[in-house]
């Protein structure tokens, strides 16, 4: 394990957070915004997410994950490609300028994906910091990267809810073995490579402790691309489903992956560092 050499924070560039909010995200890795969609703009993701699950062109695009061995949707991924609607709503100031505040430049997207937690059959991720896997597999530089989690279903500490590990996000562990040819196609149901040990996650554990986002719909998370965390199955009825936004830097653009022989598809790693413009908060809704 190292200290990470890298700031979380990335200057002191002014946006909607306080300053008490980026000290606290600084210092946990985290910071959690209640309501930051209306339930009318829930709605309108809801909606989206419904039709692009049954959507043949998305499907055959590769973008939709099922869980293993069952029909049950995962994950769809470029979600802000295949829908105007994810588009906008990664546009809209209070979430654009949020990113811009932390990472102190424009920004792009590097990923996005619809998180689904089907009630009694979802399964969890174990305990990860994804900057391991955008840097060895997809050649992102630096953790000059937030992610945004948005809440769809309520988040209840029994359904699958994400724990994280505040301060851990200044501690990097380098993982042991070779990146697999194709690894995606199982780490983005079960990761196998590129997870720390049992040991360190012990370690860590109990340097840190674990806190949970919990909370209604609407409810948001903003957290550090290499803050530890991991979700637990959802043997419950209460299905859960979470927009997630990966916002990078424009001066992070992704170099040839660090620890794979190629870089994964652009629905999963996308290269186009363009950088968002805003859209009128209006236009989504
Ligand atoms: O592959 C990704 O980009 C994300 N998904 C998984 C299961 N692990 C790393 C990262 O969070
Ligand atoms: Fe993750």
């Known amino acids: 394990m190292m200290r990470r050499p890298d700031p979380t924070v990335w200057g002191?560039?002014?946006g909607p957070f306080t300053a008490d909010e980026v000290a606290a995200y600084?210092?946990?890795g985290f910071h959690i915004e209640d309501g930051l969609l209306t339930p009318a703009q829930i709605q309108s993701c809801w909606t989206e997410f419904s039709r692009l699950a049954v959507d043949p062109h998305v499907d055959a695009s590769g973008a939709v994950v099922r869980e293993r061995g069952s029909d049950a949707v995962r994950s769809i991924f470029?979600?802000?490609?295949?829908?105007?609607?994810?588009?906008?709503?990664?546009?809209?100031?209070?979430?654009?300028d949020r990113a811009r505040q932390i990472l102190g430049s424009e920004v792009y997207i590097h990923q996005s994906r619809i998180n689904a937690m089907p009630g009694m059959v979802g399964t969890g991720f174990g305990w990860h910091s994804d900057f391991e896997t955008w840097h060895a597999e997809d050649g992102l530089p630096t953790p000059r990267?937030?992610?945004?989690?948005?809440?769809?279903?309520?988040?209840f500490a029994f359904n699958g809810g994400l724990m994280l590990m505040p301060g851990a996000h200044r501690v990097f562990v380098p993982c042991v073995g070779e990146t697999p040819a194709g690894n995606f196609r199982e780490s983005l149901q079960e990761q196998k490579v590129g997870v720390?040990?049992?040991?360190?996650?012990t370690d860590l554990g109990l340097e840190f402790g674990?806190?949970?986002?919990?909370?209604?719909?609407?409810?948001?998370?903003?957290?550090?691309?290499?803050?530890m965390h991991a979700s637990s199955n959802n043997i419950t009825p209460y299905s859960r489903a979470n927009v997630f936004l990966v916002f990078n830097s424009v001066k992070n653009a992704p170099d040839a992956p660090f620890g794979a022989a190629t870089p994964r598809p652009a629905h999963i790693a996308d290269r186009d560092t363009t950088p968002l413009t805003p859209v009128d908060d209006t236009e989504f809704v």
Not at 145 to 155: E, M
Not at 196 to 201: A, E, G, K, L, R
Not at 211 to 219: K, M, N, R, Y
């Open 196 to 201: 720390p040990s049992y040991d360190t996650v």
């Open 78 to 96: 470029a979600v802000h490609r295949h829908s105007p609607v994810i588009d906008a709503l990664a546009r809209t100031p209070r979430i654009l």
């Open 210 to 227: 674990i806190e949970q986002f919990t909370g209604p719909a609407g409810h948001a998370l903003f957290f550090d691309s290499n803050s």
């Open 145 to 155: 990267t937030v992610s945004l989690s948005i809440a769809l279903t309520d988040n």
């Open 12 to 14: 002191e560039a002014a």
């Open 26 to 28: 600084d210092a946990k």
